[in-house]
């Protein structure tokens, strides 16, 4: 069982947006602003799409954006695209081992 | 152009140990902490180690404490880990990714390497 809860999967049509949630505690999402987010199409390398809860790479599309309440962050991405269809993944910084905890991760699916 | 490439990975049987390696360019590579990253099949991602830019601080989380150790040559840009006592529960694709800051793995990794697949078999 991962450590931050991610949704199984999630769905939407081109043009719509969706968010992804990632649901931690108040050791590690609700205590520090170190979340991250990675996007991994099937047989690739994740790639980095959102670091310290909001910020968005260099070359990342401002399609997608990020944002924390409490003990959950959260993954938008407007404007869907058939290329945006990956599994997802959220990650932090907890208190205590092992340190750097990712979700389970969530699967995008674009109709 | 940053690119990371593994190495080593292979079939192993239970108690057995393995090298893998990454070789790094197109970055200042003593500059950024780097991680190993695993995924076993059809599963989710897992942080199995990070060393600080110098190579002074190392960090593991309990399920591979005391059985992997990573380090990292700064004259070749390369970043290594060992790993000894094997389990069948080892098994996973070894990324190499490397992370934004100097020190603080957990605040992402902006490259990483295609990966080198590890298992564990008799």
């Known amino acids: 069982q991962s450590a931050l809860t991610q949704p199984a999967s999630v769905s939407g049509s081109p043009g719509q947006s969706i968010t992804i949630s990632c649901t931690g505690t108040?050791?590690?999402?609700?205590?520090?602003?170190?979340v991250s987010w990675y996007q991994q199409h099937p047989g690739k390398a994740p790639k980095l799409m959102m670091s310290?809860?909001?910020n968005r790479p260099s070359g990342v599309s401002n399609r997608f954006s990020g944002s924390k309440s409490g003990n959950t962050a959260s993954l938008t991405i407007s404007g869907l695209l058939a290329e945006d269809e990956a599994d997802y993944y959220c990650?932090?910084?907890?208190?205590?081992?092992?340190?750097?905890?990712f979700g389970g991760g969530t699967k995008l699916t674009v109709l | 152009e940053v690119q990371l490439v593994e190495s080593g990975g292979g079939l192993v049987q239970p108690g057995g140990s393995l090298r893998l390696s990454c070789a790094a360019s197109?970055?200042?590579?003593?500059?950024?902490?780097m991680s190993w990253v695993r995924q076993a099949p059809g599963k989710g991602l897992e942080w199995v180690s990070g060393?600080?830019?110098?190579?002074?601080?190392?960090y593991y989380p309990d399920s591979v404490k005391g059985r992997f150790t990573i380090s990292r040559d700064n004259s070749n840009n390369t970043l290594y880990l060992q790993m000894t006592s094997l389990r069948a529960e080892d098994t996973a694709v070894y990324y190499c990714?490397?992370?934004?800051?100097?020190?603080?793995?957990?605040?992402?990794?902006?490259?990483w390497g295609p990966g080198t697949l590890v298992t564990v078999s008799s």
């Open positions: 990650s932090s910084y907890t208190t205590n081992s092992p340190y750097w905890v």
């Open positions: 197109g970055f200042t590579f003593g500059s950024y902490v």
């Open positions: 310290d809860v909001s």
């Open positions: 990714a490397k992370g934004t800051t100097y020190y603080d793995f957990w605040r992402g990794s902006d490259y």
């Open positions: 060393i600080s830019g110098s190579g002074g601080s190392a």
């Open positions: 108040n050791s590690d999402v609700g205590r520090y602003n170190y």
